[in-house]
RNA sequence: AGGGCUAUAGCUCAGUUGGUUAGAGCGCUACACUGAUAAUGUAGAGGUCUCCAGUUCAAAUCUGGAUAGCCCUACCA
């Protein structure tokens, strides 16, 4: 027996199949069954389980499950090893919070092993809701053995990774893990470097105001500034704008754009009324001159003027022009003083960051406060401004130190803050303060170095725990040479299937274009350990690669400075910090401070998972790279570039050959789901109330995963009751009657095709063209397309025209080769419906799978048979096959649908009810061969529609009035500008021209003086209405229906009704569908004419055996039409 | 600020290499159909294809620009 059902009830199947899956173990073994030599390699983006499971994340799993399955059913070995990613600063930051304490307080109030305990206490926290949706959701993925990335042997593979990136070398011979400056967000207010996430946090920019300078930088006359000169006097000045005057004493260089245009003009100094000769942006003159002063005499001005005359010398000088030209330091601070700066500093270099949109188009250089100052210097060879370094003499110290103030040796500013926010309250308020900007600013304007002083609003950074402005400062970290690789990067990153393309090629292409080297450091606690040991003076360091070398490191250090040390339990800090090994010259060496970046563990994971290379060689060599990965698009800079960045650099590959980047999850209003907002969609919640698969199916369906969802619940319901609704009902209506008719799949006696019907054949064909059509959609990685091409194929063909036009079938007569067709046609479309659903929707595929396949499945096993399988998940997917699709057929079964599309519109217009016969359809036919299409299905169409013949009007009846219309696209590439008066040509075509082209061929045709052939192919043919009928038309398809009405058809149409009604009370009485009835009617002439005619028909369809008409009829009486009340009796026999 | 994605009916989305009535589902209205129905059919209402300009005989589609939303990156002086 099949299983029936009252209702649909996905949570109970989610829940049955649930039980079964984890009873009969089906994900081990849908794995292990698996070939390992034909394994499609998978990789889990580890989460962190320190926050709980939202929507977004069944969203991700989903695109990943679905890929795994799908692999899975084609016969592929897909292992999934899960992960937890379990470091990094959200963690220790949640710590902080809980303890209530700051970075400060660690290793003071609390010290850094309680800190890590605590930290390594809290990654795990959601451990039970993770595992719980991951099953609920039906996500496969072995948690049983999963990575866990603060694990030693984990560590151990990225300290692995990170001496094989130390020991290689660049062509130039340098390191690609190498110790460097950056400048980085600091706050000196808090003593400490901010990372970028932090600098992201909401409400660190705010806006303020500074005092903003133009200052004038003067140019020293020599050859190459000799262009800029018109005499041996001349005061000529270059223009530079800045929001942060306390940067100019550290000035020492002026950045220009190579392909800006510049302009020279002689102007006076407007606080001073000196003569001068400016240098700025032409695009800029507007922003610092009025077109009405230009030329005016210079001579009327006086300081405190508005309006500034001036004159413009010379246009055109190229950023490039000006490289090299030399100027005198603005605010020279006499101890930062060296030849080596005197000789390269002080020059105009060129940065394609600059623009023209604000300032004067030349950018005030400071390379210690400005990343890009600092780069566009590096790549110009300028040296740095500070203090003299004897250790580093290449690096000198700041003129601002560590807690914001400017250093002694600067003049007239030495041990001011250099930003007000940074004095007390009570210092602010002084009534003398000012700040040191606004000093600055002052003491320019006093020696003649400043052409403009003013406000300026502008959004700034804040320290997001004092509030103070950050300062950007140069700090130590370690970097990986990313750059050094970014061409093979990008080059690999072209054979990488990007889904969506635009990712690959755009966010990810220019970012790889655009590559800085990767930051490694990070001065935190609860992290992998950077194993890089150094002495005190720098001179000599070394990088550990495994525990064994660390292990044999340590036996060195101890022999040589008598220590006793042993490898630690944990390679975490502080045990790590506490490690001193000994240099080949005999020194001690301590521990580089830092973490290593998070991102590094989570791209580092194709090893660290497997611990390679200090295990599992053969398995990492079959598991790299991965086949596919999928994660949001947020992560495209984040884990999809480490994973990248990693396999490029250490092993020359791609880590990955497909991948999938998935949009965000919004409410239904598209704002971002926030708990701020209340707008958090509770994923465990959905799950329960829609069921898994309806919620996975409405996420996929919906939109293409990397669109960003608009999360709406009405949508899963939707799906639901749309797709699930009608594939559950379809087997509901299989089960029923099979049971009936004592019906099993028989795998040994199957119907061939061609002894089925059209109709059956017809659901196979289209049954095999959704298998091609879905397989290629899966393996192009749209499952989008997959999920609708399914949904259409249920709804519109299988349920809506091949079960509702083989109802019949189904419940007449007994059992023989028609009926025999029908429900083994039927039972193969739920069939392999189910498995291709099955990636998408696994738990409804199974339980369909295993409803059909129960009847049969001991002698399935006992066979060998392809139903023999305990799961859908354990099958293999049915092939697509070519022999089965039959375009011909589809072609003409559309035009079936449509002809009685059309004609029940003509019903409906005029008001005929479908079970009112009628004498006569007419369809004009346009070729033969229509005709004949037409005619392999007219059955079906006089049975839909419920008419009695079907006639065809060719030319030959007259009545047939032909239009045409061009063909835009065949004629349009020929006729170009003609276009607009053939087409108009073409539609006063008469029948006899539109015949004469088809039959000859060709047709000469002159427009506005052209000559034109025109070919059949170059006119749209179709009908119009035939005078006198009810027509109805779609595209070159007409039909026309006979509405005259006879007495026959007139009661043959009662006789319908009176079948109807009589089956409705069967139904509301709950009789079995096999019961046998007596019928008695009331004698109502209305009937009368039905009964006598029809007598046989009614009881066969209501399966009575006696239909009595009696004149004294009691009891309730039912509506035959809007006239008649009619009494029916129904009573079992 | 830069880069990326998106913009089509009230809502969710299709829309082939540009081709002439811009579609589907949901929702709404009306009428049908049903011996599977949490279904279905037919009809109606509902569109400046975000805006502007350009290319073209022809633009939802191609190009440029603008606007809005979102994502990523970012001290632009």
């Known amino acids: 027996m099949y299983r029936e059902f009252k209702h649909l009830n996905l949570p109970a199947i989610d829940a049955e199949i649930l039980q079964f899956w984890e009873d009969e173990k089906i994900f081990d073994r849908s794995v292990e069954q698996r070939d390992p030599a034909n394994s499609f390699v998978f990789y889990e983006g580890p989460p962190s389980a320190n926050g709980k499971p939202g929507i977004h994340h069944v969203m991700a799993r989903t695109v990943k499950d679905i890929f795994c399955r799908y692999q899975t059913l084609k016969g592929h070995r897909v292992e999934r090893k899960g992960g937890w990613d379990t470091h990094g600063l959200p963690i220790e930051l949640q710590v902080e919070k809980e303890l209530g304490i700051t970075k400060e307080d660690i290793g003071k109030k609390i010290t850094v092993e309680e800190y890590n305990a605590a930290c390594r206490a809290t990654v795990m926290r959601y451990k039970d809701l993770w595992d719980d949706i991951t099953r609920r959701m039906g996500y496969w993925v072995d948690l049983d053995n999963p990575y866990i990335t603060f694990e030693n042997d984990y560590i151990e593979s990225c300290w692995w990774l990170l001496k094989r990136l130390y020991d290689k070398k660049t062509a130039s011979g340098e ?14 207010a808090a003593g400490t470097g901010l990372s970028s996430h932090e600098l992201n946090m909401p ?17 020293k006359r020599d050859d190459q500034a000799g262009f800029l000169f018109d005499n041996t006097d001349e005061d000529v000045r270059i223009l530079a704008w800045t929001t942060t005057p306390w940067t100019l004493p550290s000035n020492v260089a002026l950045t220009v754009g190579p392909n800006i245009g510049y302009a020279k003009v002689k102007t006076l100094n407007p606080y001073t009324g000196a003569p001068v000769s400016v240098v700025l942006a032409q695009d800029r003159l507007s922003a610092y001159f009025n077109t009405e002063d230009e030329n005016k005499p210079f001579d009327e001005f006086k300081v405190g003027d508005k309006k500034l005359p001036y004159q413009v010398v010379k246009t055109n000088i190229k950023g490039s022009q000006l490289t090299g030209v030399r100027f005198e330091q603005l605010l020279p601070t006499p101890a930062a003083s060296t030849p080596e700066l005197e000789a390269r500093a002080f020059r105009v270099i060129t940065g394609d960051f600059v623009t023209t949109e604000d300032g004067t188009g030349v950018v005030h250089t400071a390379p210690y406060f400005g ?9 110009a060879g300028v040296p740095y401004i500070g203090l003299p370094n004897p ?3 290449d690096m000198p110290f700041p003129l601002v130190d560590r807690t914001g103030r400017f250093v002694d040796e600067v003049p007239h500013f030495g041990g001011r803050f250099v930003k007000e926010e940074y004095y007390t309250e009570g210092e602010r308020k002084a009534p003398d303060f000012k700040p040191t900007d ?21 959004p700034y950074p804040h320290c997001w725990r004092t509030d103070k402005p950050v300062l950007y400062y140069p700090l130590d970290s370690w970097f990986i040479r990313a750059s050094a690789a970014k061409e093979r990067m990008a080059e690999l990153n072209k054979t990488i299937n990007w889904k969506p393309a635009s990712t690959g090629t755009g966010r990810f292409g220019q970012w790889l274009e655009n590559l800085q080297d990767w930051n490694l450091s990070r001065s935190r606690y609860w992290g992998v350990p950077l194993p890089i040991w150094r002495t005190e003076d720098g001179e000599e360091e070394k990088c550990i690669g495994s525990v064994e070398e660390l292990q044999k490191e340590m036996e060195k250090a101890n022999a040589a400075l008598g220590l006793s040390q042993q490898v630690p339990a944990d390679l975490h800090r502080p045990y790590m910090d506490e490690i001193v090994l000994v240099s080949p010259s005999g020194k001690p060496m301590r521990r580089e401070l830092d973490l290593i970046d998070v991102w590094f563990d989570s791209g580092a994971m194709p090893y660290a998972q497997w611990h390679y290379p200090f295990e599992n060689q053969e398995k990492w060599k079959r598991n790299f790279p991965a086949d596919f990965i999928a994660e949001g698009v947020d992560q495209t800079r984040g884990w999809f570039y480490t994973l990248h960045a990693i396999g490029v650099m250490c092993f020359d590959s791609v880590a990955f050959k497909n991948v999938v980047s998935n949009g965000l999850v919004l409410d239904k209003n598209a704002n971002k789901m926030s708990k701020r907002l209340g707008n958090v969609v509770d994923p465990f919640e959905t799950i329960d109330t829609y069921g898994a698969d ?10 293409a995963p990397w669109e960003n969802l608009k999360f709406d619940a009405q949508g899963i319901v939707e799906s639901r009751n749309k797709f699930f609704g009608t594939l559950f009902n379809t087997y509901n209506f299989f089960a029923l009657y099979a049971n009936l008719d004592g019906f099993k799949m028989d795998e040994f006696n199957v119907l061939p095709y061609d002894r089925r019907t059209e109709l059956d054949r017809w659901i196979i064909s289209k049954l095999y063209s959704l298998v091609a059509e879905v397989r290629e959609a899966f393996d192009d990685y749209e499952p989008t397309r997959a999920c609708r091409a399914i949904e259409d194929f249920v709804d519109e063909h299988l349920s809506n025209w091949y079960v509702r036009l083989s109802r019949r079938r189904f419940w007449k007569g007994e059992m023989g080769e028609d ?11 739920l069939m392999v419906v189910g498995q291709l659903a099955a990636p998408v929707a696994p738990f409804f595929a199974d339980w369909l799978y295993r409803n059909l396949t129960a009847p049969v499945k001991n002698t399935a096993k006992a066979k060998n048979t392809p139903l023999r399988h305990d799961s859908v998940h354990l099958s293999d997917l049915v092939q697509p096959d070519p022999s089965k699709v039959d375009e011909a057929l589809e072609k003409r079964m559309d035009y079936a649908q449509r002809i009685c599309s059309l004609a029940l519109s003509i019903r409906k217009k005029e008001r005929l009810r479908v079970r009112l016969p ?8 346009l070729d033969a061969s229509f005709q004949a299409e037409v005619e392999a299905v007219k059955a079906l169409i006089l049975a839909e529609i419920n008419v009695k013949e079907l006639e065809y009007i060719t030319d030959a009846s007259g009545l047939l009035k032909k239009s045409a219309k061009a063909n835009f696209k065949t004629l349009g590439a020929k006729l170009g500008k003609d276009m607009k008066d053939m087409a108009n040509l073409i539609a006063a075509f008469d029948n006899e021209q539109i015949n004469a082209l088809e039959k000859t061929g060709s047709l000469e045709l002159t427009v506005n003086d052209n000559a034109y052939t025109l070919t059949p192919d170059d006119l749209l043919v179709s009908t119009e209405d035939l005078p006198g009928w009810k027509t109805a038309s779609d595209g070159a398809l007409t039909v026309a229906l006979d509405v005259h009405l006879t007495d026959e058809l007139l009661a043959e149409g009662t006789a319908r009704d009176l079948v109807n009604r009589i089956q409705n009370i069967r139904k509301e009485k709950d009789f079995n569908v096999t019961d046998r009835v007596v019928i008695t009617l009331e004698k109502h002439p209305a009937v009368l004419p039905a009964v006598a005619l029809f007598q046989d028909y009614i009881k066969g369809e209501t399966l009575a055996t006696d239909l009595v008409l009696t004149d004294k009829f009691k009891g309730d009486k039912v509506e035959l039409n809007d006239e008649v009340q009619l009494g029916i009796e129904v009573s079992l026999n």
């Open 175 to 188: 390191s690609f893990l190498y110790k460097g400056f950056t400048i980085q967000p600091f706050s000196p």
């Open 391 to 393: 250790k580093a003499p």
């Open 819 to 829: 009926k025999l067709a029908a429900y083994q046609t039927l039972f193969e479309c």
């Open 371 to 379: 990343a890009d100052d600092f780069r566009a210097c590096k790549a």
């Open 438 to 458: 606004l000093l600055i600013a002052l003491h320019l304007k006093e020696s003649g170095k400043a052409f403009k002083i003013e406000k300026y609003k502008h």
């Open 203 to 219: 409400g660190t920019y705010k806006e303020v105001t500074d005092f903003s300078v133009v200052a004038m930088f003067r140019v």
């Open 694 to 703: 309806a919620t996975r199916w409405y996420m996929i369906s919906n939109a």
């Open 918 to 925: 009628l004498q006569k359809l007419l369809l004009p036919v």
